[in-house]
């Protein structure tokens, strides 16, 4: 069932070729998705995406329907020029504070309203707070002075939000270095905790009783941050994680 039909001349060249192939598999992307939301009746619709293209096919989707969408700031915008802010073109956004508001209203992005919340996500749950509290219990009775909690980011060659295997690598030696403290206890919160343990760096933090390798993935930084003394991140920009952690 298609929502969209059109006529095309027959294409002139390759260039041509590729430009109506792109633009047919659009038009059917756009339609999967009015239908999609069409048949559940959705109204109001949240898709973390950023830099999907097909979110604005599910926006268009959502344009004909009358229904909105709202997204959230993840990684920090920064101030390059020229840089890729992704596609956010939701209906309402939520941004940490005014300067970030600052930046993405410089930017290209066709967002009808913002709204200021700062961090949206509260304290840890009740099982979350009965586990850190057991981490933070066991650190004190090694006699640990001060907690740093680790975050990082993917290992990648395209380095819009990862670094090189050799950065990756070379951080986590100097992290390590901080054990040679006796009063220092580490949170390790990897981006992708498979990646971390896999490493050739790994088998060195979870030989040491003075450090706590977060293994699951679907967990927020900042639960870990409300028993952590420091902070410490490595990333291109600064990532979602990383801020919840400092507030």
Known sequence: KNLHNFQFDLPLDENEKW?????KNFLKEIDFYYFFFQTYNIKIHYD??????????????LNE?????FGRLRSYPNNCLGYFYCYYINDIFFVWGKDSLSRLIG?????SRYLITGNVYGKPSLNRQNELQKIYNEFKHQNIKKIILIVDTNIS???????YRNDYINFYKEVFKLLNN????LIIKPKRPKEFINSEIAYKFTKNNRCFIVKEKQTKSSDYATISD?????????SSAFFESLI
């Open 19 to 23: 430009l109506l192939f792109e633009i």
């Open 48 to 61: 973390p995406s950023e830099s999907n293209t097909n979110v604005i096919a599910k926006q268009i989707a």
């Open 65 to 69: 329907l009358n229904s909105i969408s």
């Open 107 to 111: 930017s290209n992005n066709l967002i």
């Open 157 to 163: 060659e395209i380095l819009e939000q990862g670094i």
């Open 182 to 185: 006796k009063s220092v206890g």
């Open 230 to 238: 420091f902070v410490i991140g490595i990333q291109p920009q600064i």
